[in-house]
């Protein structure tokens, strides 16, 4: 049986998730077994799992960032025991202790703002539970970059860095002009460096000035021209942050210029 197993899995065993998964995967089959047969059986008393309790010895160790287990093999006296209480939760507290997926849009994720270059530090901030820009600005902004730093054990000069991608800004709705004389483009662009009362970064297109329309904290709508629409726009922060971020839906923006070290 064990030759036809990947060779990562013969030597390391399985993800220590999936291992878990697979294991209450099997637990829900049986529930929903013995409510079937207490449907159709009509059966006024029938049993149910409580609580399963497992201890097993095997080998643990980590690769790329995952936890392997690899159950002992007869004559292997080294394992580890790793003694597992399964208990049951209901849906509401599954969804209480559950990351919200929808929270953010997918093309704006963590992920997507970082960039390939910084798969490290996203990782590792996805260790302390931060896996979402949102995330990660809400912290910053409640905890400070020191915390995050701590926490994250990054280095400074890449967390600054990091911080900074996070904070680019991002377009994530576009509603084009009606064709009415009074209707205009509207373009609701993300930042947190955009505060609620503060002042507004000047942002031109196409040679231009592009209005503002309303701000809110690290979010503002832009009124653009038609011909502006799609195109690059330049938005100076002020202190030397100069983005760059195209006027369409899902677009990811860039910086241009920033003061070195500067934290958003």
């Known amino acids: 049986m064990s030759s036809v197993l990947p060779p990562l899995m013969r030597d390391v065993g399985m993800q220590f998730d999936l291992f878990i998964q697979a294991l209450t995967e099997q637990l829900d089959k049986a529930q929903a077994t013995m409510a079937l047969k207490a449907r159709v059986g009509k059966l006024p008393l029938t049993f149910a799992v409580k609580d399963v309790q497992i201890d097993l010895r095997a080998f643990v160790q980590i ?29 509401p507290m599954v969804e209480e202790n559950s990351i919200d997926l929808a929270s953010e849009d997918p093309k704006f ?34 905890a400070g970059a020191d915390a995050i730093e701590r926490l994250a054990r990054l280095p400074v000069n890449r967390l600054q860095q990091a911080l900074l991608r996070a904070a680019a800004p991002r377009v994530s709705q576009v509603r084009e002009s009606t064709g009415e004389a009074s209707a205009s483009p509207r373009v609701r662009v993300y930042s947190p ?14 040679g231009s000035a592009v209005p ?53």
């Open 63 to 91: 690769v790329d960032d995952d936890l392997y287990v690899r159950p002992a093999a007869a004559g292997e006296s080294e394992a580890s025991t790793i003694k597992l209480s399964l208990t049951t939760i209901t849906r």
């Open 109 to 142: 994720s963590l992920r997507e703002a970082l960039g390939a270059d910084f798969d490290e530090e996203r990782r590792r901030l996805e260790r302390i539970g931060v896996r979402t820009v949102t995330q990660l600005n809400e912290l910053r902004n409640s």
């Open 193 to 206: 460096l955009l505060r609620a009362g503060g002042r507004l970064p000047l942002v031109q297109a196409a």
């Open 212 to 264: 503002w329309v309303e701000s809110a904290e690290g979010q503002a709508v832009l009124q653009p021209l038609a011909s502006q629409l799609g195109m690059p726009a330049q938005i100076d922060f002020g202190d030397g942050q100069v983005a760059e971020v195209a006027l369409s839906d899902g677009a990811a923006g860039r910086w241009l210029h920033e003061t070195p070290g500067a934290t958003p």
